[in-house]
Each structure stands twice: as structure tokens, then as C-alpha cells.
């Protein structure tokens, strides 16, 4: 299974979903949909700028756990 830590790092960046919305530049549906590990997938692009954004690596965000 794949996670989606980006609910941590809003916490440790002090930011909201709207701000990282705004900085990434997609919408506050998506970003949520990524928070809440509804997505099937992300753009490299859009997974760069969040890295550029929090300033943090993909391996940040993404998290495979064995079942």
C-alpha cells in the first residue's frame, strides 16, 4: 500500500491545504484527495512542486507499506 504523509508535513510546516493549494498551484480538491490518500496517482510535476513547496524529498510524502 501506498501513504500519503502530506498531513504531516502540513503540520510540521504549519501550513493549510489552501495555502499549499495556492503555492502548488492545483486545486484544494486535489491536494485533499492526496491528504486523504484517495488519489491513484501524481504528476511528477505536481509532486516536485511540493517538494519546492515544503521544501522536503519525494520520500517525504510517499510511503510504501508491506501489507
Known amino acids: ?5 502530506l498531513d504531516l508535513l502540513l503540520l510540521k510546516h504549519q501550513m493549510t491545504v489552501t495555502e499549499l493549494a495556492e503555492k502548488v498551484g492545483i486545486t484544494q480538491a486535489n491536494i485533499s484527495i492526496l491528504k486523504n490518500n484517495k ?5 511528477f510535476s505536481t509532486l516536485e512542486k511540493i517538494c519546492e513547496v515544503l521544501k522536503c524529498q519525494p520520500g517525504d510524502i510517499i510511503e510504501y507499506i508491506d501489507k
Do not use: L, S
Open 1 to 5: 500500500m501506498i501513504k500519503i504523509n
Open 39 to 43: 488519489a491513484k496517482a501524481i504528476r
